[in-house]
């Protein structure tokens, strides 16, 4: 159980009958009765974030919450196949439940699922990425110096901008908080 004197940003909570982080929270003490907590609140199966009061004192269970490390086997078409690492157990994701991470993934790629009650509620890619250049456009001679950028496709299929000396077949590091070329990897 967790009372709201002991709430921090990002600590998890069971509220209304589904798992919610704590995104922001404030002790507010009215002028003769008790002090309330106002909370904003985030539904970590929805995302939808919302404001909430709770009297002071009053007490939640802890979200029933566990990070697994899983490893991105394949796409069939309509599922993502994922593989638990320490039981082997593969599960079955639609591209609705991974979200903008699909497009990082590539085949036997780490990356952290929280399960809520057995069920996978978010998939986080590593921050930052190596992927193959796929396709873009050759460099012509003499564009390097004008620090422009050109769209290139990865082989994860996200598209990004990198600069003109980027070739298909190099490895790049890319932020995947931003789809953002950070440098090409040796």
């Known amino acids: 159980m967790i009372s709201t004197s002991e709430f921090r940003k990002g600590a998890k909570i069971e509220h209304k009958g589904g798992p919610h982080e704590i995104v922001d929270f404030q002790h507010v003490k009215m002028g003769r009765g008790g002090a309330i907590v106002r909370t904003k609140l985030r539904n970590l199966i929805s995302g939808s974030i919302f404001e909430d009061s709770f009297k002071s004192g009053e007490k939640f269970k802890k979200a029933d919450l566990q990070e697994k490390t899983m490893q991105y086997l394949y ?11 320490e039981s082997f157990e593969q599960i079955q994701l639609t591209a609705e439940q991974l979200g903008d ?10 990356v952290k699922v929280l399960m809520y009650s057995g069920s996978p509620i978010t998939v986080d890619v590593p921050t930052f990425v190596e992927l193959k250049v796929a396709q873009t456009d050759p460099g012509l001679k003499g564009d390097t110096a004008s620090g422009g950028n050109k769209p290139a496709t990865m082989e994860s299929g996200v ?3 990198v600069p003109f000396h980027i070739n298909e077949g190099d490895i790049l590091k890319i932020d995947t908080r931003t789809s953002e070329y950070i440098e090409r990897v040796k």
């Open 75 to 85: 796409n069939d078409g309509d599922y993502y196949h994922l593989m638990d690492n």
């Open 101 to 110: 991470a699909k497009k990082f993934l590539i085949e036997n790629m780490e």
């Open 159 to 161: 598209t990004v901008k």
